[in-house]
């Protein structure tokens, strides 16, 4: 009896100790920028004539189709390629853009600073951006 409820104990101990799975967030919209800092410095602000990076307004990231991504950038250009978000959600993956921005071998990766909802993503770059003096950037994302 004891070594029934030893054995019972230790499976309870098990199944409690699983890893949750974790759902994947729901980003499939077409996102253009609210808001955008360069280091923690606010450059844009959508509908403000005075923005010091008014290129921004350009600024779309298309993820309505499951794996593929179309991302214009500050300067408006157009690179396609896949997207992914990492196992735990922390991260937004844009891998095998062409064509490949500047020294980055064609990925450009976020890391998710918030948990995302229907009406806003937080993104915030995981290395600086070229294009932007080797700032590293931090977008607040709304649905077009």
Known sequence: MMKNNLYLMVML???ACQPKKVEPADIGLL???R???ENGVLVY???NPANARPGYARLRLDLT???QVVFFDIDGRRLVGQWSLSTDNNRLILENL???PSESAGNIEFYITEKPARDKLLLKRTNESRKTGNTVN???LVPE
Do not use: D, F
């Open 13 to 15: 101990l098990l199944i």
């Open 31 to 33: 996102w253009k920028a």
């Open 35 to 37: 808001t955008v800092k």
């Open 45 to 47: 602000t959508e509908g």
């Open 65 to 67: 189709q499951k794996e």
């Open 98 to 100: 062409t064509p490949p």
């Open 138 to 140: 931090e977008y607040e």
